[in-house]
T-cell receptor, first 113, second 115 residues
Framework: GDSVTQMEGPVTLSEEAFLTINCTYT??????LFWYVQYPGEGLQLLLK?????DKGSNKGFEATYRKETTSFHLEKGSVQVSDSAVYFC????????????FGTGTSLTVIP | DSGVTQTPKHLITATGQRVTLRCSPR?????VYWYQQSLDQGLQFLIQ???????AKGNILERFSAQQFPDLHSELNLSSLELGDSALYFC??????????????FGPGTRLTVL
């Protein structure tokens, strides 16, 4: 079945460091891929998405490229800030399974000044 | 602010009781999804409704049920509550039943504590 595997956390970085959070997926059809962010005490917010292979989603300095050949959608940011501290979820929506969403387990990021 | 509202924000109750969580989707969204988030299980999909009809079912217990009303708001009913049901319950909505890039927008959640 469909699934999303995310890099285990927690991740702790210094401000201005480079961030990569790995995400790989398994899907039976042609999935759309998403990154959601959850700040402390809040619900999930869409960070970025990509709907087909080689698409790049970007928002707030974060980027992720839909790589069909490696079934990956890694999240990157060149220079993290303290305000980026949150939990990041990779997710997919697969037309082949009725567009049900599958979420990864989440990766907690803490950025220290 | 995602435009999805959930009430109540917090709920404290006892084992064996029944509670109802309410969700209002974003204006124009026809689909509503319910999720449970706990520390040990992560984010679990429970159930989806589209325009009043059940569309997909995930890891929803038989003690739980949901419905979507004609005005598109949804309620999640949890009965015979157990300690393990303590969690954050999120509602999300999307425009359609899901399609390429159809995005789910999440509410702020209801924190349920079962004592």
């Amino acid at each position: 079945g469909d699934s999303v595997t995310q890099m285990e956390g927690p991740v702790t970085l210094s401000e201005e460091a480079f961030l990569t959070i790995n995400c790989t997926y398994t899907a039976t059809g042609y999935p759309s891929l998403f990154w959601y962010v959850q700040y402390p005490g809040e619900g999930l917010q869409l960070l970025l998405k990509a709907t087909k292979a080689d698409d790049k989603g970007s928002n707030k300095g974060f980027e992720a490229t839909y790589r069909k050949e490696t079934t990956s959608f890694h999240l990157e940011k060149g220079s993290v800030q303290v305000s980026d501290s949150a939990v990041y979820f990779c997710a997919l929506s697969d037309r082949g399974t009725g567009n049900q969403f599958y979420f990864g387990t989440g990766t907690s990021l803490t950025v220290i000044p | 602010d995602s435009g999805v509202t959930q009430t109540p924000k917090h709920l404290i109750t006892a084992t064996g009781q029944r509670v109802t969580l309410r969700c209002s989707p974003r204006s124009g969204d026809l689909s509503v999804y319910w999720y449970q988030q706990s520390l040990d299980q992560g984010l679990q999909f429970l159930i989806q409704y589209y325009n009043g009809e059940e569309r997909a079912k995930g890891n929803i217990l038989e003690r739980f049920s949901a419905q979507q009303f004609p005005d598109l708001h949804s309620e999640l009913n949890l009965s015979s509550l157990e300690l393990g049901d303590s969690a954050l319950y999120f509602c999300a909505s999307s425009v359609v039943a899901g399609g390429p890039g159809d995005t789910q927008y999440f509410g702020p959640g209801t924190r349920l504590t079962v004592l």
